[in-house]
């Protein structure tokens, strides 16, 4: 189990500019990137990515499609999931680069790891990026049956857990409800669990599943297609607060959540 010592926080903030499925446009960049040593901003990019600004440190992980004006946003950190288009972008991981950039990418991404001189890592391996610890975690999906593994075990694919002065947010990139997860058990504050398609990622019911069995303070839906954010709230919002002290916080593509440590 991991320890988590972080408090109660709120929402201040959920912005948008997206039309259709293509983001045009940020506001973000209108918001100081700068953190204090008692706020944690999240920002939900496209698809499963996500930008975390923290104690003066900006980390993105599965960074994809994003708008030419990001460029004023550099990473001190990039983390990727695995290798699939809708996760990993060149262009884009160099459009954030800095000098100092560290580039974090599973072992098995040779080339991206070459062309970033990067960090290859495998499951349980960490990362010091200033301040925050990181932790590479297990990302995997099961074989329908007739078919093989989208996500296959072997390919070590990594989640990432990123511990902020006890505040750990959870990144599951594309993973199905896996035993692995008991380890995670009262440990999260803030998990962001993908919504499917359910031969890709975990899938309605299993997302719930997963919230009620490491008991997260927060989670944000990442990795949706059309409504089926919307339509994940609606269906089970009303679980999830009935059987967790689990906090459903909906944001939109591009949407940001400042949370008050």
Do not use: W
Not at 23 to 29: D, E, K, N
Not at 55 to 69: H, Q, S, T
């Amino acid at each position: 189990m991991l320890s988590s010592t972080s408090t109660k926080i709120g929402l201040i903030v959920a912005l948008a500019v997206v039309v259709g499925a293509i983001p045009v446009g940020i506001y973000v960049l209108n918001i100081p990137a700068t953190t204090t040593q008692d706020t944690v901003k999240v920002t939900l990019l496209y698809n499963a990515g996500v930008m975390i600004e923290a104690n003066e440190l900006r980390i993105y992980i599965d960074p994809v499609e994003l708008p030419a004006n990001y460029s004023d946003l550099p990473a001190d950190a990039v983390l990727i999931t695995h290798d699939h288009g809708d996760h990993y972008d060149s262009s884009i991981v160099q459009m954030l680069q800095k000098q100092g950039t560290i580039n974090v990418f599973p072992e098995m991404m040779t080339g991206a790891i070459a062309a970033f001189s990067g960090i290859g890592v495998s499951p349980m391996d960490h990362v010091q990026v200033g301040s925050l610890n990181i932790t590479a975690f297990y990302m995997y999906t099961f074989a329908p049956e007739g078919y093989n593994a989208s996500h296959p075990t072997e390919s070590n694919y990594t989640s990432y857990i990123i511990d902020i002065d006890g505040f750990t947010i959870f990144h599951a990139g594309d993973s199905k409800n896996i035993p692995e997860y008991e380890q995670l058990v009262g440990g999260i504050d803030l998990a962001l669990l993908p919504l499917g398609p359910g031969c890709q990622t975990m899938y309605r019911e299993e997302v719930v599943d997963v919230i009620q069995l490491i008991l997260p303070k927060y989670m944000v839906p990442i990795h949706f297609a059309g409504e089926e954010d919307v339509v994940f709230v609606v269906l089970y919002d009303d679980e999830i607060t009935s059987t967790t002290d689990c906090q459903l916080v909906h944001l939109p593509y591009f949407g940001v959540h400042i949370f008050e440590v």
